[in-house]
C-alpha cells in the first residue's frame, strides 16, 4: 500500500469532550450544545467531533468549568453564573439581575463587545466562552402562600441559587441550595415555602404545580438566562482558524435555537399548568421596589470590591438604560398591542 | 514539477456573486449580507468566496430575486417581501403585519418550521433561502400632521411599501412607491404627506424630522421585518454538504448579529432626533384598530385566493396567539418594571 500524500490536511481531525451541567431531561438547554457539537461536525464534514456528556458523566454539573480549565475535557456548556462563587463576575456571563433581557444580551454580546468583555475575565481562568443558549425571562417560582407584602417575604424558605439568593437574603428569605431532583420532595414537606426553576416547559416536568399552587413572575433575577459553550484557552488556541468560526457560528446558532425552542414549548406547557391548578400571580410593584432595592444593594457592594465585575457590569448597565429608552416605543407598543387583541379574542 | 495528488479538495474552490437589494448607506442591512459572507470565507479557510454587491452593481435592488432565479448571480439578500406582487406569499418571508415580532419570528424559523415552509415556496421560485437579518419593530414614519383619528387618514399621501400600502389603502390613504433618495425632496414640496422607512438610525442619516416632525409608533406593518439571503436553488444543491452546513450557521449568525447592531445604534439615534426637533407620537387605540381590521380583510382576501399564503400565514398566526399568551407573563411584566425604572432615573 502506498503512504497518504503528505498534505496538510485542510479539515484535520479533532474529537473533543464537553461536560454539559445539565441531565439529558433538561432537553431544551442540554440540547443546545447537542445542536452545537452536531453543527460543527456537518460544517467540518465529520471531522471535528465534539461528544457530548450530561452531567454526572465525567464531573458533576457543578464541576463543569474546574473540568475545562484544568483540561479534563476540552469543553463544557454551563450557566457561567454557577461560578458566581469563585468570582462573582461569572455572574454577568447568565443574568444580571434588574438588567437585560434576552434580546438586549445578545445585542451586547454580539455588537456591544460583551462577548470579547467576558472573554478576557474568562481567559484569566483558562477559558474562552461563546453564548450557546437563552431562556428568555424566566418565571419566578412556585409558592406555597401569597406574596402579598415585602413581609410575606421573610423567613420564607426559598430554593433559589446563589447570587439571587444572596439578593433575597436582604429582605429576610433564607435561600436553600436542592438539587433540581430533591426539590419536589422539599416542597411537599414543607421543608421549604417556594422554589424557582426555570419557566412552564421544564417546570411543568417536576410537577411544581401539585404542592404549591401560585406561579409567581417575572423572575426578575433572570430577565434572560444565557448559556454559555466553554472551552478549554489553551486547546481553542490550537484549533485551525476557520474551526475557531465554524465553532463560533455553531455557538450562536445554538444560541438561537434555544430560545426558539423554549418559545415554541413553553406556551403549552403553560395553558397545562394553569389547566391543573396553577395560579399565575405577579409580583407587585411594592414586593418588586423591595427587591429592586435590595440588588442596587448587593451591586453596590460587589462593585467595590471587585474591578473586574465593575468594569462589566458598567458596561451593561449603560447599554441596558438606552436599550429600554428606545424599546418602549415600538416594540413595547406593538407588543402591548398584539397582547391586547390576544386577550380579547381578535387575534 | 510534480501534478497535485488526485484527491478530491476537502474545501474546494467556490466564487459567488451576491447582489444586495440595499445601498451601502444602510450599513445596517447592507452590512449583515457583508458579516455573513466573511463568516463564510473564514469557516472554509478562504475558499468559499461570497462577493457582496450593492443594489444597482449588478441588477437593481428590486430585481435582485430574478436575478438570482435566472443565475444571473448565485446570491441575493433582500427582504422577501419586495416581490409581494409576483406573489403575495413573498410577504411572509419578511413581515406579515399585526402578527409576530422578531423573536417570534425567529422562534418560528427555527423551531416552528419556518424556514422549512418558506423553502416549499421559495424552492417553486427556483430559491433557497436563510435568515439573515432583522430590524426589530420598525417605527411607523414620519407625518407632517398629527393622526389623531381615522379619518386624518383619509387621503394622505404616504411613502409605504406595496402589501401595506394595500391595507392603508382601505382607510382612504394613497401610498406611494419612493425610493429611498427621493423621500425628502417629496415631503419637503409636500408631494407626499408623510413616509415610513425604517427605524431611528437608519431615519436619521435621511433627516426626515426637518420636514416632517411627527414621529409616530409602532409600525405594525413591520412588528418584526426579517432579512434574507437566498440563492438559486441549482446552485445551493451543488455545495458540498459542509458547506450548506457553513452557509446556514453564517446566515444565522448575520441574522442575530444586524438585530444586534440595530439595538446598539437605534437609541443614540433616536435621542439625537428628539433633540432635533422630531416629536414622538403614539398611534392611538381607535386608529390602531381600524388599521387591524384593514388588515384581516386583507388577509381574508388574500386567504381565499392564495393556498400557498394561507397555509403558511394559518402557520404563523397560530404561534402568534400562543406566544402573545406566554410572553405577556415574564417578559413583558420584567420590561415594564424595566422602563418604568427606566424613566424615573432609578436604571
Known amino acids: 500500500a502506498l503512504a497518504a500524500p503528505a498534505i496538510a490536511q485542510e479539515n484535520p481531525k479533532f474529537t473533543w469532550r464537553l461536560t454539559s451541567s445539565f441531565p439529558k431531561s433538561l432537553d431544551t438547554i442540554y440540547g443546545a450544545a447537542e445542536t452545537m457539537a452536531a453543527r460543527v461536525k456537518e460544517a467540518t464534514g465529520g471531522n471535528f467531533e465534539i461528544q457530548v456528556f450530561a452531567a454526572g458523566e465525567i464531573v458533576p454539573g457543578l464541576q463543569a468549568v474546574d473540568a475545562v480549565s484544568d483540561g479534563t475535557v476540552e469543553m463544557c456548556h454551563t450557566a457561567s453564573y454557577y461560578f458566581w462563587g469563585k468570582d462573582a463576575t461569572f455572574q454577568l456571563g447568565t443574568a444580571t439581575p434588574f438588567l437585560m433581557n434576552s434580546r438586549m444580551q445578545n445585542a451586547w454580546f454580539i455588537e456591544g463587545g460583551g462577548t470579547d468583555m467576558l472573554n478576557e475575565f474568562y481567559n484569566t481562568q ?39 439568593g444572596k439578593i433575597l437574603a436582604k429582605l429576610g428569605v433564607a435561600p436553600q441550595q436542592i ?5 419536589y420532595a422539599a416542597l411537599e414537606k414543607g421543608t421549604i415555602d417556594a422554589t424557582e426553576w426555570v419557566g412552564p ?16 413572575y417575572p423572575g426578575w433575577w433572570e430577565g434572560g438566562a444565557a448559556l454559555h459553550a466553554m472551552t478549554n484557552l489553551g486547546k481553542y488556541n490550537e484549533l485551525p482558524e476557520h474551526y475557531k468560526t465554524i465553532l463560533q457560528d455553531a455557538c450562536y446558532f445554538g444560541n438561537a435555537s434555544m430560545q426558539a425552542r423554549y418559545d415554541m414549548k413553553n406556551p403549552a406547557a403553560l395553558k397545562q399548568l394553569v389547566a391543573d391548578g396553577a395560579v399565575l400571580r405577579p409580583f407587585n410593584q411594592d414586593v418588586l421596589d423591595a427587591c429592586y432595592a435590595a440588588t442596587q444593594e448587593v451591586y453596590a457592594e460587589v462593585n ?3 474591578p473586574a465585575f465593575k468594569k462589566i457590569y458598567d458596561s451593561q448597565l449603560a447599554y441596558a438604560k438606552d436599550a429600554y429608552l428606545w424599546q418602549q416605543l415600538s416594540e413595547y407598543t406593538f407588543d402591548t398591542y398584539m397582547m391586547i387583541q390576544q386577550r380579547s379574542g381578535k387575534l
Open 126 to 164: 483558562g477559558l474562552q466562552a461563546y453564548p450557546c443558549g437563552n431562556t428568555g425571562a424566566q418565571m419566578g417560582g412556585w409558592f406555597r402562600k401569597e406574596i402579598n407584602t415585602i413581609e410575606d417575604l421573610n423567613g420564607l424558605k426559598m430554593r433559589i441559587g446563589g447570587f439571587a
Open 179 to 183: 438539587a433540581g431532583g430533591d426539590i
Open 201 to 216: 416547559y421544564d417546570d411543568q416536568k417536576l410537577g411544581f404545580n401539585k404542592v404549591a399552587k401560585y406561579y409567581y
Open 304 to 306: 467595590a470590591a471587585n
